[in-house]
């Protein structure tokens, strides 16, 4: 089988790496200088990298492994495969020159540890974006393909060991309550209904003292395909007390982009230049003594609650992920987009 697209230059770009190793089964890339193997490269080698001041347009071979597990033989790299877990396992000559990549029979599926962490949905807004669908519905119960999108959050968390519910409800509450206790499928809810609007932060006030230990805050417009535990991780080994998952994002602006000065002077020019930034999935992992701190009966954003957390010298902290891993239906362009990655057609 020929693993050549699994193989990048020095020169290819992190940005233009994530993309790649997106596409791919495996998630994992070897740098090499033509054929003689610098490193190894995937999304956790990145996001450290990122991390430590790295940007989007560095070369990839700054954020790579340069010390990956080789082998000398198939033989040799089978043996190593079967031993122990590896993704994909390169085997080199005498030079250092890759001459194949051995992946086994059968790629290896990593065990994923159940995590037991209570989730919080806000699913009280109105979700103006989806009008007018939401003038019939509420967004939680907007559907994508066969499910609405809050039983597809709650499907994705169950599957890494989360399954105790709470969820904020404002806007048409009544049809969301409904439509749970005649779903055929049971989940563990507990409700918590907002009296007047709340924002995207200040429901979480109504569980006060309901809540003891860290917890994931998503809004129910978001689904993330994701690792939760490396995330949670992440939060706890930092001790933050708050942290956002935030996707890159990568825009090419359709223009080409001219930089004037004094006199009409051109300083300037881009053709078509790519912007890369970080922007809010509205996912958060978050410490329970954050909701003491949310003011009762205000409308508030969580971003807002995090700068409050943030000026009293309290620690938040951002958990970067690949933008192919965040799905928002928060848009009506977005709806379809959704439904294909989710079900494939």
């Not at 198939?74 to 000559?93: F, Q, T």
């Amino acid at each position: 089988m020929d693993y050549s697209n699994l193989i990048i230059d020095l020169q290819t770009s992190i940005c233009d790496a994530m993309r790649i190793i997106d596409r791919s089964d495996l998630k994992i890339l070897f740098v090499a200088d033509g054929r003689k193997l610098v490193g190894s490269l995937t999304d956790g080698d990145i996001r450290r990298f990122l991390f430590n001041g790295g940007t989007l347009q560095d070369n990839a071979e700054k954020a790579a492994n340069h010390n990956p597990r080789v082998a000398k033989s198939l033989k040799h790299a089978s043996e190593l495969y079967n031993r122990l877990y590896y993704i994909a396992i390169p085997v080199i000559d005498q030079d250092g020159n890759i001459t194949g990549i051995y992946v086994g029979e059968e790629l290896q599926q990593k065990k994923q540890s159940p995590l037991h962490v209570p989730v919080v949905i806000n699913a009280g807004g109105k979700g103006t974006r989806l009008d007018p669908y939401t003038r019939v519905l509420p967004k939680p119960l907007i559907p994508v393909g066969e499910l609405p999108i809050i039983e597809h959050i709650m499907q994705q968390f169950q599957k890494m060991g989360c399954d105790d519910f709470s969820v904020i409800v404002n806007y048409k509450k009544e049809l969301i309550k409904t439509y749970f206790r005649e779903s055929e499928n049971q989940y563990r809810v507990t409700w918590y209904d907002e009296i007047s609007p709340l924002g995207t932060g200040g429901g979480l006030s109504l569980l006060k003292g309901k809540i003891n230990s860290t917890f994931f805050f998503t809004s129910c417009d978001t689904l993330l395909l994701s690792d939760y535990e490396t995330m949670l991780r992440f939060h706890k080994e930092n001790r933050n007390m708050v942290t956002m998952i935030c996707a890159w994002k990568n825009l090419t602006i359709p223009y080409g982009i001219v930089e004037m000065g004094k006199n009409g002077i051109i300083e300037q020019m881009r053709e078509k230049p790519e912007l890369s930034f970080l922007t809010n999935t509205s996912i958060y992992i978050v410490e329970p003594e954050v909701i003491e701190k949310i003011p009762d009966n205000t409308s508030i954003t969580f971003p807002e609650v995090i700068q409050a957390l943030m000026d009293r010298g309290e620690k938040a902290a951002v958990f970067p992920v690949n933008e192919s891993e965040w799905l928002d239906m928060g848009q009506l362009s977005e709806l379809e987009k959704m439904r294909e990655r989710l079900y494939g057609k």
